[in-house]
T-cell receptor, first 113, second 106 residues
Framework: GAGVSQTPSNKVTEKGKYVELRCDPI?????LYWYRQSLGQGPEFLIY????????DSGLPNDRFFAVRPEGSVSTLKIQRTERGDSAVYLC???????????FGPGTRLLVL | GEDVEQSLFLSVREGDSSVINCTYT??????LYWYKQEPGAGLQLLTY?????DMKQDQRLTVLLNKKDKHLSLRIADTQTGDSAIYFC??????FGQGTELSVKP
């Protein structure tokens, strides 16, 4: 596609529920990144994929967070047993192989009640 | 750990120049970036500078890099109301600053 897309744009869920957030990167981009942005803060790195594998998952806050990219394109960020503190905008970015410039999607705004 | 710091707010009048400053701790970054975020939108890459450069100019934008002091700045000439947004600097290893909210008054 023309840019990075993310779905849904907004997600409201209840504490304890499971959510999945989807990212569709720019076609041909091998690197994909997930960030979390809380109100008034800069993006906080979560995980980075190169192809299908997670090259760096050091930013995932705990084992309730997991992400996959089974075919090296679309990625899904999964959050189990959501907590109110998980409420944030989840941003996805992609870049070409060897490229350092990341292109961001519009984000998914997650609200946990 | 690695850190990127920015001042939180800047207010200027339309037509003036804006200068947004950033300091960072990680000196291993190959590139340093400036992103713009408008309300409710994702981050838009504005410009970047290679770490062995001192200055880069791109139309109304000028990036200055002082590697010795680990200081990066973004100058916007002839600031317009459409430039009102939050500006983030970012270094390698995917570390972003808190963002500087630029308010441009007519």
């Amino acid at each position: 596609g023309a840019g990075v897309s993310q779905t849904p744009s907004n997600k409201v869920t209840e504490k304890g529920k499971y959510v999945e957030l989807r990212c569709d990167p720019i076609s041909g981009h091998t690197a994909l990144y997930w960030y979390r942005q809380s109100l008034g803060q800069g993006p906080e790195f979560l995980i980075y994929f190169q192809g299908t594998g997670a090259a760096d998952d050091s930013g995932l806050p705990n084992d309730r967070f997991f992400a996959v990219r089974p075919e090296g394109s679309v990625s899904t960020l999964k959050i189990q047993r959501t907590e109110r503190g998980d409420s944030a905008v989840y941003l996805c970015a992609s870049s070409s192989q060897g490229g350092e410039t990341q292109y961001f999607g519009p984000g998914t705004r997650l609200l946990v009640l | 750990g690695e850190d990127v710091e920015q001042s939180l707010f800047l207010s200027v009048r339309e037509g003036d120049s804006s200068v947004i400053n950033c300091t960072y701790t990680d000196s291993s970054s190959t590139y340093l970036y400036w992103y713009k975020q408008e309300p409710g939108a994702g981050l838009q890459l504005l410009t970047y500078i290679f770490s062995n450069m001192d200055m880069k100019q791109d139309q109304r934008l000028t990036v200055l890099l002082n590697k010795k002091d680990k200081h990066l700045s973004l100058r916007i000439a002839d600031t317009q109301t459409g430039d009102s947004a939050i500006y983030f600097c970012a270094g390698g290893k995917l570390i972003f600053g808190q963002g500087t909210e630029l308010s441009v008054k007519p």
